[in-house]
């Protein structure tokens, strides 16, 4: 499959896909790392993408999402935006609401 | 219009500036240039040497923001700053206010 197809059909069936630098386990980026840090407290269940891995992937993730920055956060293949974003719904509590979606249509 | 920096205004964040009055008219557009926050930032200095992208926080008050999600309201300044991202702005961090959200802040 070409890359740009698996990034796609990766976003429409992973209920949460964190694109990032470096991984959950170990993030490479300050940025990544405050999302991971955000998810892990809610203890959901997500899917970690790696795009370090191959520098094409960025291209054309971004080229899919139209958003230039790395990381990138989608639940139920929309996406929910980076960092600053993630970190911001986070703190006004409005989060929680949107991982609770993703969990629930996958139950 | 108030702008924040240490010394004066880099090139980079004068090009922001421009760039985001123009197409947002912000009441409050805050630029700090964070890059030398990152030195030690592994990809972050291997960007600096290669090409200069800094890193840059950015606060803009605009009554554009009225009725959009914080994604749409990113993808706006995005659009507005267009080719600095990946190039000269390695990284840029928002905060996006509508004048009432900024009002009720300010308490």
């Not at chain 1, 170990?26 to 891995?53: H, I, K, T, W």
């Not at chain 2, 004048?99 to 300010?106: A, C, G, I, T």
């Amino acid at each position: 499959m070409e890359l740009a197809e698996q990034i796609k059909q990766d976003i429409e069936t992973a209920p949460i896909i964190l694109y990032m630098k470096g991984t959950k386990a170990m993030p490479m980026c300050g940025f990544s790392n405050a999302v991971v840090q955000v998810l892990n407290q809610y203890g959901v269940e997500y899917r970690d993408v790696d795009v370090l891995a191959d520098p094409e992937i960025r291209v054309r993730l971004s080229e899919f999402s139209n958003w230039p920055t790395i990381p990138q956060l989608f639940v139920n293949g929309e996406l929910i935006g980076g960092a600053d974003i993630v970190v911001e719904l986070h703190e006004k509590e409005e989060l929680l609401p949107i991982l609770e979606k993703a969990v629930v249509s996958t139950a | 219009m108030t702008v924040h920096d240490s010394t004066a205004l880099s090139t980079t964040a004068r090009l922001l500036q421009d760039r985001i009055t123009t197409a947002l008219v912000p009441t409050v557009l805050e630029i700090e240039d964070e890059s030398h926050l990152h030195k030690g930032h592994l990809h972050g200095a291997k960007l600096q040497e290669a090409q200069g992208g800094g890193h840059f926080s950015v606060t803009i008050v605009s009554a554009k923001f009225e009725g959009l999600p914080l994604v749409q309201r990113h993808r706006v300044v995005y659009t507005a700053v267009g080719d600095l991202m990946g190039g000269k702005v390695h990284a840029l961090s928002m905060k996006t206010l509508t004048p009432e959200e900024s009002e009720q802040l300010s308490l």
